[in-house]
């Protein structure tokens, strides 16, 4: 246990007064210091420490939009809170990985203490895990997150943004939902249920936002229009980058057509791809998800059209474009040639 407290205080002598040996009531009554609660040196340990000090601790790498959670509605009812539910605010949880603190959870609470926007406590009590590896300090996020039930699918799209120092440029990345496009390109089918019922088990998406993280880049310098790029033109981008970064070309070309517009058929590929997403705009069914899919398989199938050249018979196109791209196939290449890289390098 001594050596427990001895490591817990020697990393402490960077935060605020120390304080290990005042009864609580004294600690109560001087709440700007910090105090270790119990430490056997075990796995965890435990600490008494002021809203300041809880507020100053770095955010946790895979932490969402705060800003964005901050303004959700349950905040206003927290605002309202008293007695033991207002108590409750004060029990927070951080990770200690090389001598430094990271929250796990508490980030809105913080914020919101910081903005002066929820009532602050006298002071909060930690519990802090001890991490070997910075893949423990991950993974204990995704615990903590777990059991709270807090994070929904574009908020892992936000934290995963953080963690791997994403910052879009455009606003379809930016702040567009492209978790089912990941899905689309990550295993060839959206998030839901299949044709049988079936529900799709959820994927992981900080390993899909990691995996497409070049094709990400390049997507994002072609500032892709929400108009045109719903998910599954998303998804076939990601598939098409990752095996032919060539296919940036295309995607400027659909993203913002330079030239004379063409109203009618035939149409080259580009002109294809934003035919059918007017179309698919217009008659409303851009929300079902098998249709995401079969938009990727169409822009797959349009990319390789384009690769061919003016030349082929089926480069301009009167009705529509045939035939499609095989959704499977291309991340089952993308996987493939993903994976020989990593044995290279």
Request: glycine residues 6%; positive net charge.
């Amino acid at each position: 246990m001594l050596l427990g407290l001895s490591r817990t205080l020697n990393m402490m002598t960077s935060m605020s007064r120390l304080e290990t040996n005042k009864s609580p009531e004294e600690s109560r009554s001087d709440p700007g210091r910090v105090r270790v609660l119990s430490d056997s040196g075990g796995t965890s340990y435990a600490l008494e420490m002021p809203v300041s000090e809880w507020v100053a601790i770095v955010d946790h790498p895979r932490q969402r939009d705060t800003v964005r959670q901050a303004a959700k509605g349950h905040w206003k009812l927290a605002r309202r809170a008293r007695g033991p539910i207002a108590e409750s605010h004060r029990w927070v949880v951080a990770a200690e990985l090389d001598g430094k603190l990271y929250k796990v959870d508490g980030h809105t609470r913080g914020y919101l203490w910081n903005l002066g926007k929820l009532k602050k406590p006298t002071s909060v009590y930690v519990t802090v895990y001890r991490c070997k590896t910075r893949a423990e300090l991950i993974d204990l996020y995704g615990t903590f997150d777990s059991q709270a039930a807090v994070e929904k699918q574009q908020d892992r799209v936000t934290g995963a943004m953080r963690q791997l120092h994403l910052n879009f440029q455009s606003k379809r990345l930016r702040y567009g939902a492209i978790t089912d496009a990941l899905s689309i390109a990550i295993r060839g089918v959206a998030r839901g249920k299949d044709a049988f019922g079936k529900q799709y088990e959820e994927f992981d998406v900080y390993e899909a936002m990691e995996f497409f993280t070049p094709e990400l880049r390049l997507l994002d310098a072609v500032d892709p229009q929400p108009e045109i790029f719903h998910t599954g033109v998303i998804a076939a981008a990601l598939l098409a980058l990752a095996l032919d970064a060539r296919t940036i070309e295309f995607l400027l070309k659909i993203s913002r057509p330079m030239g004379k517009k063409t109203l009618e058929p035939p149409f080259d590929p580009m002109q294809g791809i934003r035919w059918l997403m007017k179309n698919t705009r217009q008659e409303g069914t851009g929300r079902a998800k098998i249709t995401q899919e079969d938009i990727c398989a169409t822009v797959l199938g349009a990319v390789e059209i384009w690769k061919k050249g003016e030349t082929d018979p089926a480069y301009w196109i009167s009705s529509k474009i045939d035939p499609p791209g095989d959704v499977l196939e291309a991340v089952r290449r993308v996987r493939e040639l993903k994976s020989s890289a990593a044995q290279r390098t």
